[in-house]
């Protein structure tokens, strides 16, 4: 029997064993036009993504969306501000941090009208990220293409 809230298959097809990196370049192509409110649909147009599924994960476990008059927006906030930098740890600390909190807002036909899309987040942290009473690197570690430019 499956555990209640248990983690999605996303955390794997998204490729996070190996870092955040793929979260921040999809954020930044995102908001390639500036750092300014961008409606949902370009967003997904813009993020470099190609699988609407996988669209997803960002826009609904990441980023902080807001109804509009026509359109739904995701909002500029310090992750946002974060990807328009280089990757590195802390973008991948602050990731890791928007996860827990997982609020992601209100948008059109949205299945979660409080804006808590992942009432398991919490538990990932708990029992992934935080192993033996200290963080788990591996969460968090820098990409090997990385590793080459240190």
């Known amino acids: 029997m499956a555990k209640k809230d248990t983690p999605g298959s996303f955390t794997k097809n998204f490729g996070w064993e190996e870092s955040y990196e793929k979260l921040h370049s999809a954020i930044a192509n995102g908001f390639s036009a500036g750092l300014e409110p961008v409606t949902r649909k370009s967003w997904r147009k813009r993020s470099g993504i190609k699988d609407k599924d996988r669209q997803l994960i960002p826009m609904n476990f990441f980023l902080y969306s807001k109804k509009g008059i026509e359109d739904d927006l995701i909002l500029v906030d310090r992750l946002v501000e974060r990807a328009a930098q280089p990757y590195d740890i802390d973008f991948a600390r602050l990731a890791l941090f928007a ?5 992601s807002g209100n948008w059109r036909h949205s299945k979660w009208p409080d804006g808590r899309v992942a009432g398991w987040a919490n538990l990932l942290i708990r029992e992934v990220a935080w192993k033996d009473g200290a963080w788990s ?6 990409s090997p293409r990385l590793r080459k430019r240190s």
């Open 137 to 142: 690197m591996n969460m968090l570690k820098r």
């Open 99 to 103: 996860f827990h909190l997982a609020t």
